[in-house]
C-alpha cells in the first residue's frame, strides 16, 4: 500500500514539472532550443539597404567547411555544427540573437547566435559571424570558421550582392551619429500626446512575480510597479527576450536602513550579472503583503530623462507592445537564478486628440495666450486720471506755491549747520588736506607768488 501510494505521488510531482516547463527555455541535453528573434533586433546599428537584403534572405541556407567539421548557417535561424564523415554527430553553435559589434572598436557588423547546445565549461555554445566584403566570390560563402575559445566560435560571411565594388565604399554600419538621433527622435511622439498602460500582468504565477507600466507622455513620467516574493530576489529585463545587453530591474528581497526594499538597475551580459548602472528611477511606494509574503514596489522617473540610450531601455509610447525576459533567484542575493522565462506585453493605447505639446510655449497653449481686458479696473484706472487732471489743473498756482515754501524750508534749516561747518576749517587751518592726482591725501601748501626779478 505504501509503495502504491509513493509511485502515485511520484507520478503527480512528474506531471507538475511537465507543467512548469512550458513556461520556461529549456537546454541542455534535451537539446530543445529557443525559438530565434527577429532578424530586425538591435537593427538601428545597421544600415537600412543592408537590412533589407538581408531580411529578403531569411532561412537561407550557406554551408562552409573547416576539416573535420562542415558548417551550416541557416540566416536568422541557426548555425550547427557536424562532422564531416559522420554527419549524424552535430552540434547547435547558436540560435539567431541580434546584430552587434564585432568588437570594442564598434568598426565591423556580426550577425550574433546565442543559447546553443550547452557546454562541458558550464556555458552555452555561441557564435559571432563578421559581415565582410574582404572575399572574392559569386555566391554567399561562409569561411574563417575558428573556435577561439571553447565553445565560442567565430566566421566571416560573405554576400557578393552587398559587395559590388569589393567593399571600397561598402557600409555596412550607420553612423553614431545617425544612430543617436535616430533613437533620440523616435521614443516620444511627435505630439507628446500619447499614454500606453500596461495593467496588472502576472509573469509567473508559481513565483508570484508580476508588474504594471504606465507611459505618459502628456505628464513626462514612467511609472513600473513590481510585484514579487519578499524573501527571495527577482527581475524583469525590458525590450529583449535574451540577457544580452539587456537593461534590467532587480528587486532584492534585502531593505535598507529605513526598512526600504532595494533594488537596482542593471546592463546584463550572456549568462552573466553584467554591471550595474547608475540609478534613473526612484522609490515612489512600498507595500508589504503579508499574507502571502510578497511586496509590491513602484519606481517612477521622467520620460524625458537625460539616459545613455546604450545601456537603459528607451520606455516609448510609440511601441504596441514590450518584450520582456524575468528570473527569480533562490535568495535575496542577486546570483544565479533558479527560474526565468520570457513574455511580450501589449500596452493598452490612449491618445489625447485635444493636446499637442508643438502648440506649447512655457507651459502654456496657444489660447492662453489671448488678450484678456479687465474692463472694470480699466474704467476705475480712467476716472482717477481724470480726476488727478482736473486737481492739477484747477489749483495749478497753489500747488507751486506750496512746493516753493517746502523747499525754502529746507533752505533755512540746512544754513545754520553749513556756517558751522565753515568755522570749525576755520579755526584748523593745519588740518586742511587736498588730494594728488592719485588721489592720496596730502598737506595742503601755500600758494606763493613768484618774482621776477629781472
Request: with cysteine.
Amino acid at each position: 500500500m505504501a509503495a502504491c501510494n509513493f509511485f502515485v505521488i511520484t507520478i503527480c510531482i512528474l506531471i507538475s514539472l511537465i507543467n512548469l516547463s512550458t513556461g520556461f527555455w529549456f537546454y541542455g541535453y534535451d537539446q530543445v532550443y529557443r525559438d530565434p528573434y527577429s532578424e530586425t533586433t538591435n537593427n538601428e546599428i545597421v544600415q537600412t539597404s543592408v537590412i533589407t537584403f538581408l531580411a529578403s534572405a531569411k532561412n537561407l541556407e550557406i554551408v562552409g567547411e573547416a576539416h573535420p567539421y562542415t558548417y551550416k548557417l541557416i540566416l536568422f535561424e541557426s548555425i550547427v555544427q557536424y562532422e564531416t564523415e559522420s554527419p549524424d554527430n552535430e552540434w547547435n553553435l547558436g540560435v539567431w540573437d541580434s546584430f552587434i559589434y564585432c568588437d570594442e572598436n564598434e568598426n565591423s557588423l556580426c550577425l550574433y547566435f546565442s543559447d546553443g547546445m550547452y557546454c562541458d565549461n558550464g556555458y552555452f555554445r555561441e557564435t559571432a559571424i563578421e559581415l565582410t566584403c574582404h572575399h572574392d566570390a559569386d555566391v554567399p560563402t561562409l569561411y574563417g570558421i575558428n573556435e577561439y575559445e571553447e565553445c565560442v566560435y567565430t566566421a566571416k560571411l560573405y554576400f557578393p550582392e552587398l559587395c559590388r565594388d569589393r567593399g571600397t565604399s561598402t557600409q555596412f554600419l550607420r553612423t553614431t551619429e545617425s544612430i543617436e538621433r535616430i533613437k533620440a527622435s523616435t521614443y516620444i511622439s511627435e505630439k507628446g500626446n500619447k499614454i500606453n498602460t500596461l495593467p496588472y500582468s502576472s509573469i509567473s504565477g508559481s513565483h508570484q512575480i508580476g508588474f504594471s507600466m504606465t507611459i505618459n507622455e502628456i505628464e513626462d513620467y514612467i511609472r513600473l510597479t513590481f510585484y514579487g516574493p519578499m524573501d527571495k530576489y527577482f527581475g524583469v529585463g525590458f525590450g529583449s527576450n535574451g540577457m544580452l545587453n539587456t537593461y534590467a530591474i532587480i528587486i532584492n528581497g534585502e531593505h535598507d536602513d529605513n526598512n526600504e526594499p532595494v533594488f537596482f538597475e542593471q546592463l546584463l551580459d550572456s549568462h552573466a550579472a553584467g554591471y550595474t548602472l547608475q540609478p534613473s528611477f526612484i522609490l515612489s511606494e512600498h507595500k508589504t503583503h503579508s499574507e502571502d509574503n510578497t511586496h509590491q514596489i513602484t519606481l517612477i522617473r521622467k520620460l524625458s530623462s537625460s539616459v545613455d540610450i546604450d545601456e537603459y531601455w528607451m520606455f516609448s509610447a510609440l511601441n504596441k507592445y514590450i518584450d520582456i525576459i524575468w528570473s527569480v533567484g533562490k535568495s535575496t542575493k542577486f546570483k544565479r537564478h533558479i527560474a526565468f522565462g520570457q513574455d511580450r506585453m501589449d500596452y493598452k493605447l490612449q491618445v489625447v486628440e485635444s493636446y499637442d505639446k508643438s502648440q506649447i510655449i512655457n507651459g502654456l497653449t496657444a489660447t492662453d495666450f489671448n488678450l484678456k481686458i479687465n474692463w472694470g479696473s480699466l474704467f476705475i484706472m480712467i476716472c482717477l486720471g481724470l480726476i488727478a487732471y482736473y486737481i492739477v489743473k484747477k489749483y495749478k498756482q497753489n500747488i507751486i506755491q506750496f512746493g516753493q515754501s517746502i523747499m525754502q524750508n529746507t533752505d533755512a534749516t540746512q544754513s545754520p549747520l553749513t556756517s558751522d561747518n565753515n568755522d570749525d576749517h576755520d579755526q584748523y587751518p593745519g588740518n586742511k588736506q587736498q588730494r594728488s592726482q592719485y588721489g592720496s591725501a596730502q598737506e595742503a601748501q601755500p600758494l606763493t607768488a613768484s618774482v621776477d626779478n629781472r
